[in-house]
């Protein structure tokens, strides 16, 4: 995995308008997400509508609730491992929400989102676990204030509203797999 001018030259890109400027350059927390457009529901191209504000509403009935709603992530993984980025990893991407991390709030300011394509009670792929480690190696070897222990689920910076990515993420397989890969 290569990083250029804070594009993954693996991903395919996939422009979001749903960015602004980081407050400062740090990047120094690493927040892991699911996402599937309509709920349970894989393939197809509504995670890449919603992250760049063409989501066709009146495909499913479930569409209409995000009307209006103007979100995105750094970097998605779909079921196939195949990555889409929509944001640049030195911009601040539209993922956390309201959330706090060790005391300071405002996540998405100091934070990189990777999104799963995937459900909390449904496991992920083998293919989504191995790009999400060389993912991450790649990005703590980029990005010196990211580091093993500043990795998190929505759920951990959002209690009680979110519970992305979920019982089904397999977090000490996860840091296992990333640990072999940094020692
Ligand atoms: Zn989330």
Sequence with gaps: MQIENHWLTQARPCPSPFFNERPSDEVSLLVIHNIALPPLTY???AIEQLFTGCLPLDNHPYFKTLEGVEVSAHLLIQRTGELVQFVAFD????????????????????????????????????????????????????????????????????PGRKTDPGRAFNWSGYKQSLQALLS
């Design 43 to 45: 393939g197809g191209n």
């Design 91 to 158: 911009k601040r991407a539209w993922h956390a929400g309201v959330s706090n991390f060790a005391g300071r709030t405002q996540c998405n300011d100091f934070s990189i989102g990777i999104e799963l394509e995937g459900s909390d009670n449904q496991p992920y792929t083998q293919l989504q676990y191995k790009q999400l480690v060389l993912v991450t190696k790649a990005l703590i070897d980029h990005y010196p204030l990211l580091n093993k222990d500043r990795i998190c689920g929505h759920d951990a910076i959002a």
